[in-house]
C-alpha cells in the first residue's frame, strides 16, 4: 500500500525564522509528488516535483525532491502570519499514458507563525 | 472564471437519506476529482475523470458512493444510504493538466 508520512505534524514558529517541512514516501510506480497548502478551506497548490536535486522556488517557498532516499523536504524562509496553514505533500503513482496516476496524501504538517 | 464551483456548502442530513453533492469545474478543465477529507484519515481521491470518463474509482469506500459526470461542466457525488461515518469535507477540483489542481470550496456534509 503506498504511504506518505510528513513530519513534523506541527510545528510553531515566530515570524522570521526558517522551517523544514518534511515528506517521505512508499509509493510503487512513483510519479510525482505535490505540495499544497491548506489555510481554512481548500488546499491551493504550490509546487509539483518529478525529477531529483532540482529545487523549485516560488517567493519566500522552495522545495527539492529526493528519488533516492524517496524524500522532499518543503522550505519556507523569513516566515509570516499569513503562512500558517497546514502544508499537504501528495505523491502520484504512475498509470498509463498521460492520465493522472492515484495521489496519495500526507497527514499533513500544521504550521503556525506567531508575530 | 469563478473557479470550481460547490454546492451545498452545509449539508445536514439523516442516516438512511440520499446525498447528491454538486460541482461545477472551471471551465476548459479536462480533469475533474473527488476529494474527501476527515480528521482521522485526511485527504483522500475518491474518483477522478478525464474528459468526463470516470478513469480511476479506486478511492470510493463502498458501493454506497456514486459520482458521474454527464457533461463538461457538471458532476456529481452520491451517497445512498448515507451514514455517521461518511460526515466530512467533501472537495471537487479541476485541472487543464496534471498539476495545478484547482478546489472548490467543498461540501460539509454531517450525518446524524
Known amino acids: 500500500e503506498d504511504k506518505v508520512v510528513q513530519s513534523p505534524l506541527s510545528l510553531v514558529v515566530h515570524e522570521g525564522d526558517t522551517v523544514t517541512l518534511n515528506c517521505s514516501y512508499e509509493v510503487t510506480n512513483f510519479r510525482s509528488l505535490l505540495w499544497y497548502k491548506q489555510e481554512k478551506k481548500a488546499p491551493t497548490f504550490l509546487f509539483m516535483l518529478?525529477?531529483?536535486?532540482i529545487e523549485k522556488k516560488s517567493g519566500r517557498l522552495s522545495s527539492i525532491l529526493d528519488k533516492k532516499e524517496l524524500f522532499s523536504i518543503l522550505n519556507i524562509t523569513a516566515t509570516q502570519t499569513g503562512d500558517s496553514a497546514v502544508y499537504l505533500c501528495a505523491v502520484e503513482a504512475r498509470a498509463g499514458g498521460t492520465s493522472y496516476g492515484k495521489l496519495t496524501f500526507g497527514q499533513g504538517t500544521i504550521l503556525t507563525v506567531h508575530p | 472564471d469563478a473557479g470550481v464551483i460547490q454546492s451545498p456548502r452545509h449539508e445536514v442530513t439523516e442516516m438512511g437519506q440520499e446525498v447528491t453533492l454538486r460541482c461545477k469545474p472551471i471551465?476548459?478543465?479536462?480533469?475533474l476529482f473527488w476529494y474527501r477529507q476527515t480528521m482521522m484519515r485526511g485527504l483522500e481521491l475518491l474518483i477522478y475523470?478525464?474528459?468526463?470518463?470516470?478513469?480511476?474509482d479506486s478511492g470510493m469506500p463502498e458501493d454506497r458512493f456514486s459520482a458521474k459526470m454527464p457533461n463538461a461542466s457538471f458532476s456529481t457525488l452520491k451517497i445512498q444510504p448515507s451514514e455517521p461515518r461518511d460526515s466530512a469535507v467533501y472537495f471537487c477540483?479541476?485541472?487543464?493538466?496534471?498539476?495545478?489542481?484547482?478546489f472548490g470550496s467543498g461540501t460539509r456534509l454531517t450525518v446524524v
Open positions: 518529478t525529477s531529483s536535486g
Open positions: 475523470f478525464n474528459n468526463n470518463v470516470p478513469i480511476d
Open positions: 477540483a479541476s485541472s487543464p493538466r496534471r498539476d495545478e489542481n484547482t
Open positions: 471551465s476548459g478543465h479536462d480533469y
